[in-house]
């Protein structure tokens, strides 16, 4: 099979476990970042490389939204106000540039353990949730007979053989699509250094953060917002859209709530993709 023409870095936010649910941050989020291999190597690897080289003067510096957020490790140049306000606009800069599609997926652990007498594990529905939508996004650009690597950054050898296990029953056919021979699954150690996976660790984060609060700001999400994959029949609308329980973020919040007695759900999930 064919090398395709996309790569997808894919990263997480909060714990998946069901264990114990942190009130402060109670969502686990699956953030598929798709993007075009052109774009990729002659755009946004070289923006977020200029930046390292300008705050740092060398590019071996990993970009980490905890890190970055707490100014801690080689981000402590942020404790600094005046260095802090230029980071961050010269960050949101170069992400609001990139061209790229987000499919992500929110689980809201707690409500997910009040639903079910034996719930799922919350990895588990995201990630069909996500490739689901990203089958669909290659189909919809030729790509579905091409081989598309879905790259995650190593957290263990239990936890990669684990994932690596429910991805390839989710490529044998067990989601509502099909089988999904084209995908394959890589796992990246962080000291690589990877410009894709280091942005998929900057996105999931704010879409948490907006599923919890999403009448709080958060100019972090509101760059993302646009990249967000949308269906077909949601195209052309502006983003533009009635607030459900999606909240409009354009990822998936799981479970769905009720309206009312019996299953009446809501619509689903609102999907978008800038043109890449």
């Avoid at 499919?103 to 949730?129: G, T, W």
């Avoid at 007979?145 to 050898?157: F, I, M, N, P, S």
């Avoid at 796992?187 to 953060?209: E, M, Y």
């Avoid at 479970?255 to 609102?270: L, N, S, W, Y």
Wanted: aromatic share 10%; with cysteine.
């Amino acid at each position: 099979m064919e090398f395709g023409d996309y790569i997808v870095y894919a990263d997480e936010s909060g714990d998946h476990s069901l264990t114990s649910v942190n009130p402060q941050y109670p969502v686990f989020v699956l953030a598929f970042c798709l993007v075009h291999k052109p774009t990729y190597v002659n755009s946004i690897v070289p923006a977020l490389q200029r930046l390292k080289f300008e705050f740092w003067g060398h590019d071996s510096v990993v970009l980490h939204g905890h890190e970055i957020r707490k100014s801690q490790g080689d981000f402590n140049i942020l404790l600094n106000a005046n260095t802090r306000t230029k980071f961050f606009e010269r960050l949101n800069g170069v992400i609001e540039a990139a061209d790229f599609t987000i499919i992500a997926a929110v689980i809201d652990k707690q409500r997910h353990i009040e639903r079910y007498a034996e719930p799922k594990d919350p990895y588990e529905i995201a990630l069909v949730f996500c490739m689901e939508r990203l089958q669909r996004s290659l189909l919809e650009r030729g790509q579905a007979d091409r081989k598309t690597y879905v790259q995650v950054e190593c957290r263990g050898a239990a936890e990669d053989a684990k994932l690596e296990l429910e991805f390839r029953r989710i490529c044998d056919g067990q989601n509502a699509v099909g089988p999904m021979p084209n995908l394959d699954i890589r796992f990246v150690d962080k000291k690589h250094n990877s410009t894709g996976l280091q942005l998929a660790d900057l996105v999931a984060h704010p879409i948490g953060r907006h599923a919890i609060k999403a009448d709080q700001p958060n100019r972090a999400y509101d760059i993302l917002e646009p990249n967000f994959r949308r269906g077909p029949s949601l195209r052309g609308l502006g983003g533009t859209f009635k607030r459900a329980w999606f909240e409009a973020t354009g990822s998936r919040p799981f479970p769905e709530k009720q309206k009312g007695p019996g299953m009446h759900r809501d619509p689903a999930p609102i999907e978008h993709s800038r043109s890449i």
